[in-house]
């Protein structure tokens, strides 16, 4: 997996939400560069244990989808004879 790189829009998207959720919910100020800081750590550590479970969803997805086009084949074949 390679490094994700949030555009800079993204980040000062991510980086207010921090801050606004210090504020509502622990009635906290944190500063634009701890957010940061703090989005960098989660981006890191915690990260990849959501990109691996979207990536484990979209698999399920994809091998239950294969399945009924198989299926489906199957059920498009025409019924044949076998003759002694």
């Avoid at 790189?5 to 906290?28: A, D, M, W």
């Avoid at 969803?57 to 299926?71: C, L, M, P, V, Y």
């Amino acid at each position: 997996m390679s490094d994700i790189e949030f555009t800079h829009e993204e980040k000062e998207i991510l980086v207010h939400k921090i801050q606004r959720y210090f504020q509502e919910e622990l009635s906290e100020e944190i500063g634009g560069f701890d957010a940061e800081f703090l989005l960098e750590f989660f981006s890191k550590e915690i990260g990849p244990y959501h990109y691996n479970h979207g990536l484990r969803d979209a698999r399920s997805i994809i091998e239950e989808k294969t399945q009924n086009i198989i299926q489906t084949f199957y059920e498009m074949e025409k019924a044949t004879e076998f003759i002694k």
